[in-house]
């Protein structure tokens, strides 16, 4: 590369690409585009490659000028991080808490799991929801620090996990106002009646659930199945059907989506679980998700 290389033309480069024309980047710049013209031509001319060439009104990217732009990207970006890492280098430094959530565990849950950590000093929460087994494969090559799950870690002598339990909750049912009363008459044998949603076979808790509709004798009117908790929440509120989440959130949800409990599944339990890559977990803050060891 030629020593006249000049990072303030690559970053005039980036800009015209990001905007797809000279002018517009002129505008953004507030500079005249013959300015912003030569400066981008004497990027081309000190990296020996033509980078843009006409497309209509504006410009298009060569292979080169692609290349150049998925360079220009990195530098860029790390350069706008530059201001956030040098603050977070000078003042307190962060405390930074990696966790998987798996997408069968209701969300509302999520927020009881973790406030035993949430006033923990310069905390820097990063959470990340993907199916379990994916999160199972991050976890063992320690790229998150914990997983929250609604089951433990199934065997396997290829992923060194470890399954620690937080806690269960009683399963209960929920409706909108228009279906509450008609959904606690008789209940549960009032879910064979009114519309019922139910989460897929996604969330461990569902075949419980089947397995307690089969021992009530009752044959629930499903109307629609749902692998998010959240939309299973919302399509519940907004008046679709009867819908099941654990009894530790009622408070947050009954505040917030305007439902009703109608009732309880007695037998029925939903089980949260922590886990770590360690036998030990090693990470101050997971330590402090788990209960007291007795």
Known sequence: MSKDFSYRHLYYFWVVAKEGGMARAADRLGMAVQTVSTQVRELERSLGYVLLKPAGRGVALTEAGIAAMRQAEQIFQLGEQLPAALRDAVGSPAVRLVVGISDGLPKLAVRHLMQPVMQAPNLRLLCHVDEFPDLLGDLALHRLDVVLADRAAPPNP????????????????????????AARRGFPQSLAK?????????AAVRPRIDQWFERMGIKPHVVGEFEDSAL?????????????????????????????QVGRSESVEEHFFAIGAHKKVLHP???????PQR
């Open 194 to 202: 009114v519309p019922v949603l139910l989460p897929t076979n996604h």
């Open 285 to 291: 803050l997971v330590q402090k998700l788990l209960p």
């Open 158 to 181: 290829n992923l060194k996990v470890y399954s620690h339990p937080l806690g269960s909750s009683t399963l209960a049912w929920f409706a909108s106002a228009s279906l509450s009363a």
């Open 232 to 260: 299973l929440k919302t399509f519940g509120a907004a008046g679709m059907g009867v819908f099941p989440m654990a009894e530790l959130v009622h408070d947050e949800l009954t505040a917030q989506y305007g439902v009703k």
